[in-house]
Each structure stands twice: as C-alpha cells, then as structure tokens.
C-alpha cells in the first residue's frame, strides 16, 4: 500500500449502476468475459466454482403474481476504499503476500496474477463474493486463443482473480493522452467494457471527484446507494433504484430499522 | 556387547507386535499421501472448496492442532519460566505432542495454497498488515525452537548417547533449554494470537469482526489465552490414552493435579471472557452492521444456537468448574471428562470461526453456504494424525519421554 506521490492528482473511479434500467441481458458479463480472457469451463452448472469478473443477481420482491417485481444487480468488484476511506480495503489488508494492493492515483484494487500463491484469504475477507479462485487451469477451445486479448494476462490454477474496472484501459488511455501532450484524460477515453457493452446504459462509470463526470453526479442521487454499507467498505460501485424494496434488499437492517433512518443516522455519525 | 535401542529399565512390546501396529497405522497414512498428492498434482480442484468457501476443513484443523500443540508452550512456560518442577514429568511428551501438531499445520498449510512453490512469498513479500503473515513468521519459528527442544530428547536415545559428541550436545542443550522455552512461549503468543487476528479483523464478515485493542482483536487474546488453557487439557489427555494403552503409569499424580488446576483456572477466565465477548459482539457489533444475533444461528441445516450452548456451556463453563475444584480434578473420570470436553470446545470454537464465518449470509437475497468435504480433503485431514500415532509410538519406544515411568511401574 504505497502511499501516493504528492504531485499526482488522484482520481476515485467508479461506478454507477441503474437498476431501474438494468434488463438481466448479461452483456456485460459476456463483454467482461471477453475483454479479460475471464476462462471458463464446459460444465458451469456450479455457479460457485464459475469465474466471472461480474455476476448479476436476480432478486425479486418477494410477493406473489401479479405483484411480483424483479430487479437485477450486476456486481463486479466494488473497489472498496476501505474503513476511513484510506485504502485498506477488506482484502488489500489481508494479502499477505502484497498480491493485491489499492492504487492511489486511481482509486482501483489491483491483483497482481504472479505474486499470489493462492492462500484465499482476500476472498474470505470479501463480503461482496467478488474474488475468484481458478480452481483449474484454463482452457481455451483451439481457435478461441486467437481471440484473446493481448493486453490482460491469461491467469494460471491456484490464483485468485477479480475485476480491476479495465485497468489495462486505463494504461492504454494514459499512454495515448501522454503521446498527444495531454495530462489528464476525458470521461470518454476511459470507460470499462461492461459499462460501454450495456444496451440499456445502465452502468456509467467515471471519475466519481470529477464533477465534469456523470457518475459525480449521479452517485449523489438521492435514489443512490452502496451494497452493504454499513460494514463500512465504502464501495466506489453505486446503485441507483427508485423502488423501496430494492434499496432495502441492498444492506441488513434489525426489526424496526429502515434504510432512511440508517443513512440519516451514518450521514450525522458521520458529520459529528 | 551392543546397546540396546530401547531406554534402560522399561519395558516395551515386542518387536513383531510394534511392526503390526506401525503397518496398520502406515495404511492409514499411505492413503492421507496419495490424497495429498493427488491435491499437488491435480489441484484445489480435488476439494469441496469453492468461491464461498476460500477457507474449510484444512483451516479448521490448523486452527485446531495450533491450539491445541499450546501444551508445549505453556507447559514449557510453567516449566523453566516459572519453575514448576512437577511439570517436568511431562513436559518431553508435550514438546512431542506439540511438534506434531505444528508440523502437521505447517503440512496442511502447504496443501491449502493453490501455488505451493509460490509459498515463500509470504515471507519474501510480506505484508505487515496481514495477520497471515504474522502467523507464517512466527510458527515457522516456533515450529525451529520446538525441533531445538525435541533433539535433545532424540539425543537420548540410548544408541545415540553413547556418542560423546551427542551426549554433550543433548547435555549442553537441555543447560539452555529455558532460552528456548521463552523464545517459544513469545512467538506463541504472537501465533496463537494473529490466527484469532485472522478472523477478528475481517470487518466484512459481521459474525467474524471484533473490535480490540490497538490493532488488534479480541479474538486475539481470546485465542492465545485458549491455546494455552485447553493445550495443557490435550496434552494430559493424550498422557492418559497412552498410559491406557500400554497399561503403565507414566507420569505422577501430582503433575496431573498441578497441570488441570492451572488449566482450569485459565479456561474459566478464558470462558468469562470469551462470554463477555460474544455478549458485546451479540449487543453491540453485530447490531451496528444490521445483524441480530438469530441472524447468524437460523435459516440454515447446521448452525443452530445449540453451537453456541455447546461452545461456551457445555464445553467451556462445565469443563472449567470441574477442573478448578479438587473433588473435580481428584476424580480421575471426571478429570478426563473435563478435558474431553474443553479439547472439543476448543474444536468447535476454532470450527465456528473459520467455517461458519464462511456459511453465514451477508446479503439480505443471499442463502447460506453449505459446504462437503471430498474424501481428499478427509484423508490428508486424517494424515496428521496417522502420522502422530507414528511418532509417538516411536519416541515412546526408543526415547526416555518420561522421566519417572521406572520409578513408576517398578515390578517391571
């Protein structure tokens, strides 16, 4: 966890997911797949031995026809700041081998593929079920390794993998600004692949500091919310839904507590 | 005229029976090594784990034999810290008991990483924050004082000790064994803690997360103090098996007595403790993340509140009362009882704490994760334990483990 030079200007990428938007198509799970060289396997009946760099939920509002609901929720790796904000995500402190670190220009938990041995203590450090294990070693049918793409590393058995929101973009973006003299890149020059494969434009990912960006603004809706906020990860993956249900569904809450009166209380905690 | 192998003035089996036993025991540790290598060749594949379950069966029984290995530190602390002399009536059997246990964790911590040659990052690459890696630093360490500690004993053997060299080797170690003893009894108490580190500091896992004292978490204390209230229990249980089975006394009445006295001193304020810790945890910690106490002990095939009744009652207070009252200790049945049940409660507390953390739900459209070991994981789960039977029997044969057994059993 290196701290950041002082001269850097720091970003705090992120995203934001509308769930009212999102239809379940699973594109940016099959773009991810594809951008990643995410493996898989014949048989993925077994979802939790399956690696995917983005899952989405289905939850629904638990009550019977005709008013039953649905709701999706893709969720990638949340990039957690970690308590007070200063980069000790839940699994970046664990790692005992400094395997994945939080980068501080950028605000992205990276995981590096060759210094992990596999011990799997960031994935029981995750409430977000976000890390995977390769459990086997990849395989790719014969004419698919000519599809691979040549900027993200093909990982090996016995590893731990997980979303990184594009980092090899962000390097590629950063390059092509530098060569064209520019210091600081547009919303457009970074962008992940799930957020660009979305048909519905349900995912906008940016610079969550950057008021010029639509993720400054829209992950301060007042319909905006985290998973699982009050263990105090603070994700920089947000959600936006304007059902009650949903927002409830996305944290744990004791008899008698609604999402409203948490947030008011962790906002004045918070202030105080 | 040669020397014989076996120490002078005891009584052992015969040769051919010896050799049955260690062939029966063999078998059992011949299947635990092909698992193991089936695991190295193949993979993690060959497990139960999956993405849910990152830690299982082989954490738990790490988590098991450290603690309950925390015979040899704490015996060795009683021993040549303190200065209790009847303890050195056992404290050869608890260095055994303890290498074993600490090799077999070592083993299994080979076994559980998905790179094993990659297994020395963790020290070339440490991460400072990491409770792991505290825990890699320190029990490779222990693990070289306890071998420091065993040679002396292997030095013993009457075929060895007729080489000067060894003779004074072992002499001159055994001088400077209360060094080794501290060092030991220091880095255990790092080791025993950071393993209840690894769990307490997880603040995304709510049933887990303890809050503590500077950087560290309760579970800390609570693991080290623990380790080394049921380590002398499991210590004194194996003593008593083995006497059962070669029908002898090995060691003094007296040493039981001190040892479970000191034992249930220590699991009684270990269990108040623990008690005020989980009432915090019920009250406080779990509630400020959106938990109710049920939460975690409902909705599932497995984890009832009975785990915890189990846990603190039944294998924690009961133990503990038996132990510190005479009549308790004095009664050899009662004596074994208690220390049954604080080895299983210590199983158990180690079982909650690495599996249920894993079972438990955290989002609300979450189920809980059930998870089935494959007979992989079983047979090298069972290894360790083969290969403890192995080694014991053969320090018991050859080896001078307890000082008293002639004076003991002197028709024999």
């Known amino acids: 966890m290196t701290q950041q030079p002082q001269h850097t200007k720091t970003k705090r990428y992120g995203m934001v997911i509308d769930l009212d938007k999102c239809t379940g198509c699973g594109a940016c799970m099959v773009a991810c797949y594809a951008e990643n060289n995410v493996p898989f396997k014949q048989d993925e009946t077994d979802k939790l031995l399956s690696l995917?760099?983005?899952?989405?939920?289905?939850?629904?509002?638990?009550?019977?026809?005709?008013e039953t609901e649905i709701c999706y929720i893709p969720m990638p790796c949340m990039q957690c700041d970690g308590e007070h904000m200063q980069g000790h995500s839940p699994c970046v402190s664990v790692c005992p081998a400094v395997a994945t670190d939080y980068d501080y220009p950028t605000g992205i938990v990276s995981q590096i593929y060759t210094r992990c041995f596999g011990c799997r203590y960031c994935m029981a450090a995750c409430p977000y079920h976000a890390r995977k294990f390769n459990w086997w070693d990849p395989k790719w049918p014969a004419d698919m390794k000519n599809y691979l793409n040549?900027?993200?590393?093909?990982?090996?058995?016995?590893?731990?993998?997980?979303c990184s929101f594009c980092f090899h973009r962000y390097q590629k973006a950063r390059d092509k600004a530098y060569v064209e003299g520019r210091k600081e890149l547009g919303e457009q020059d970074y962008q992940t692949a799930c957020a660009q494969a979305c048909p519905a434009g349900a995912i906008t990912f940016g610079d969550l500091k950057n008021p010029d960006h639509q993720v400054y603004r829209l992950s301060r809706d007042k319909n905006a919310f985290r998973l699982l906020e009050r263990l105090n990860t603070n994700p920089k993956v947000y959600y936006t839904s304007t059902k009650d249900w949903v927002h409830r569904s996305a944290d744990n809450y004791l008899e008698g507590e609604s999402p409203e009166q948490v947030r008011k209380a962790r906002k004045a905690a918070a202030t105080h | 005229m040669t020397t014989p192998a076996i120490p002078e003035g005891v009584e052992r089996c015969?040769?051919?029976?010896?050799?049955?036993?260690?062939?029966?025991?063999?078998?059992?540790?011949?299947?635990g090594v092909y698992a193991m290598f089936l695991i190295w060749y193949k993979g993690l594949n060959q497990t139960g784990m999956n993405d849910a379950y990152g830690f299982a069966l082989w954490i738990w029984a790490d988590l098991a034999v450290i603690a309950l290995g925390g015979g040899a530190f704490f015996s060795g602390f009683l021993a040549y810290i303190i200065g209790k002399k009847e303890l050195k009536s056992i404290i050869n059997y608890a260095v055994i008991i303890g290498f074993i246990c600490y090799s077999s964790a070592l083993l299994i911590l080979a076994l559980d990483i998905g790179q094993p040659l990659r297994g020395w990052f963790i020290f070339w690459h440490a991460n400072v924050h990491s409770m792991l890696t505290e825990v890699a630093f320190c029990l490779s360490c222990y693990?070289?004082?306890?071998?420091?500690?065993?040679?002396?004993?292997?030095?013993?053997?009457?075929?060895?000790n007729r080489i000067p060299f060894l003779h004074h080797l072992s002499h001159n170690l055994h001088e400077v064994m209360a060094v080794f003893a501290a060092t030991g009894v220091f880095l255990s108490f790092f080791h025993q803690g950071s393993l209840g580190g690894v769990a307490g500091v997880l603040y995304g896992r709510p049933f887990a997360y303890r809050e503590g004292l500077l950087i560290w978490p309760w579970t800390f204390f609570l693991f080290t103090w623990s380790a080394a209230a049921v380590?002398?229990?499991?210590?004194?249980?194996?003593?008593?098996?083995?006497?059962?089975?070669?029908?002898?006394k090995l060691v003094r009445p007296e040493t039981y007595q001190l040892l479970a006295k000191i034992s249930g001193w220590m699991l009684l304020t270990y269990i108040i403790a623990k008690i005020a810790d989980t009432w915090y945890w019920a009250?406080?910690?779990?509630?400020s993340k959106g938990f109710a106490l049920m939460d975690f002990y409902s909705n599932n095939p497995i984890y009832g509140i009975w785990i915890l009744i189990a846990e603190l009652v039944?294998?924690?207070?009961?133990p503990a009362l038996i132990l510190v009252s005479q009549k308790g200790r004095q009664n050899k049945n009662l004596l074994v009882t208690a220390a049954v049940l604080a080895v299983l409660g210590i199983c158990i507390n180690r079982w909650v704490m690495v599996l249920q953390v894993m079972a438990a739900p955290l989002l609300p459209f979450q189920d809980w994760y059930m998870y089935m070991p494959t007979w992989q994981e079983v047979a090298t789960t069972i290894l360790p334990v083969a290969y403890g039977l192995i080694?014991?029997?053969?320090?018991?044969?050859?080896?001078?483990?307890?000082?008293?057994?002639?004076?003991?059993?002197?028709?024999r």
């Open chain 1, 52 to 66: 995917n760099w983005l899952r989405v939920m289905k939850i629904d509002n638990g009550k019977q026809f005709p």
């Open chain 1, 150 to 162: 040549p900027d993200v590393s093909a990982r090996m058995r016995g590893v731990v993998e997980k």
């Open chain 2, 14 to 31: 015969p040769t051919r029976q010896f050799a049955v036993w260690l062939a029966v025991v063999g078998v059992v540790l011949l299947w």
């Open chain 2, 143 to 160: 693990f070289a004082v306890l071998t420091i500690e065993f040679i002396p004993l292997v030095l013993e053997n009457p075929k060895l």
């Open chain 2, 231 to 248: 380590g002398p229990c499991f210590t004194m249980l194996v003593t008593w098996i083995t006497e059962k089975v070669t029908k002898k």
């Open chain 2, 283 to 287: 009250a406080v910690t779990a509630p």
């Open chain 2, 314 to 318: 039944i294998c924690g207070v009961v």
């Open chain 2, 391 to 411: 080694l014991i029997s053969l320090a018991y044969r050859y080896l001078p483990v307890f000082p008293h057994e002639k004076e003991l059993n002197p028709g």
